[in-house]
């Protein structure tokens, strides 16, 4: 756990530091106003955090400070926070910004003990909020799962219904009939590709700022299961080869993985394919290879969507750039599309966790 101090009182500082010193945490970082605490780079700030910070200071508040924080995109948004007061004043002022505090302790009366019930309760909170972010992308991770698997059906039945309507002598009760069908699936064309817009402009820090220890043989398991019937119809496999375990966003890597397996399938010219999944390390990251033996695709077209000087028609592609960008990382792909289409993400490997 890295700890951060916002204290201006000197005694104050060596006395906290003794105390956390006493409960066998490591010296905190230490800054003297809420101004120097802003120069501070969030995204440098792990999410397991702690900030403790004094309530009266000389440019602002510890509430105030707390506030700035939790208003980040960084992964320091989610750290837990503790706020001393000396002051019943600060005690109530605190209490009013109990969204942003996860903790209050009175300077008068706080020892080793009460200092760590207060750390305690702040990390559980922070476990609180990342519980309910990871609820949260799960959920828009199914329903974009299930918006992009409706879509290729439905369209397929739209322009099924096109050509009815326009070839075939139907009667005029097939004809209302088709009709209505043309209506409906344009109805939910437009409410699918609606979702996935939204998707991909949503913010995408939620994703990005959970750290673990990313296993490839489980990811691609994963994805094996979630393609299960795809592979079985394209006589399809995954296979992962050795990589050492990273560092880094689980969920946003495996939202990147399920969309590029995904095209892979879907744009699959080799009988019998083959994606190979696997990661190598960087000096300032990790890089993550997807590497299909032939689809359909064009490597250059897809660069240019990747970098911007292009639009793609679909949304998933959009999505996932949001991600990377969102991780810090980048994408890109090579390849001939005949024989072979590789995408290489590169993400940093976050300082405060590299293994």
């Known amino acids: ?15 906290v530091s ?53 208003s980040s995109s960084a992964t320091a948004a989610q750290a837990g926070i503790v706020v001393l007061t000396g002051s019943f004043d600060g005690a109530v002022a605190t209490e009013l910004t109990r969204s942003d505090v996860d903790e209050l302790c009175f300077k008068s009366t706080v ?23 990871l609820y949260r992308t799960r959920l828009r991770s199914v329903a974009t799962m299930l918006a992009h698997d409706l879509r290729s059906p439905l369209s397929g039945v739209l322009y099924g219904t096109e ?48 750290l673990d220890h990313v296993v490839m043989s489980d990811l691609a398991t994963e994805l094996r299961e979630i393609y299960a019937l795809k592979l079985e119809a394209r006589k399809g496999s995954i296979v992962e080869l050795p990589s050492e375990p990273l560092v880094g966003s689980r969920d946003s890597i495996l939202e990147i993985l399920v969309n590029l397996v995904g095209n892979a399938l879907k744009h699959a010219v080799a009988r019998d394919l083959l994606i190979t999944l696997w990661a190598d390390r960087t000096p300032d ?26 639009t793609p028609s679909g949304h998933g592609l959009l999505y996932i750039m949001e991600l990377t960008r969102a991780m810090g990382g980048t994408l890109r792909c090579s390849g001939d599309g005949a024989s ?16």
């Open 285 to 310: 990251g990790v890089s993550i290879y997807v590497r299909d033996n032939g689809t359909s695709s064009d490597p250059d077209r897809i660069n240019r969507f990747l970098d911007g000087t292009d």
């Open 163 to 210: 050509v009815l309507a326009e070839e075939a002598n139907l009667s005029e009760s097939a004809a209302r009939v088709v009709a209505l069908m043309h209506s409906n699936v344009q109805e939910a064309l437009a409410m699918i590709n609606e979702r996935l817009r939204s998707i991909a402009v949503e913010p995408s820090r939620d994703l990005a700022m959970r």
């Open 111 to 133: 020892n080793a003990e009460g200092l760590r019930l207060a750390i305690q309760r702040a990390d559980r909170a922070r476990l609180g909020r990342m519980s309910r972010l």
């Open 340 to 355: 072979h289409l590789e995408y290489c993400l590169h993400i940093p490997t976050h300082p405060e966790a590299r293994p």
């Open 18 to 70: 003794l105390l956390l010193q006493e409960l066998g945490l490591p010296e905190p970082v230490v800054f003297r106003s809420v101004a120097e605490l802003s120069e501070l780079d969030l995204t440098e700030v792990p999410p397991e955090a702690l900030f403790i910070f004094d309530f009266e200071l000389g440019d602002g508040t510890g509430s105030d400070a707390a506030k700035w924080l939790r």
């Open 1 to 15: 756990m890295k700890i951060y101090l916002l204290e201006n009182e000197e005694l104050d500082v060596i006395r």
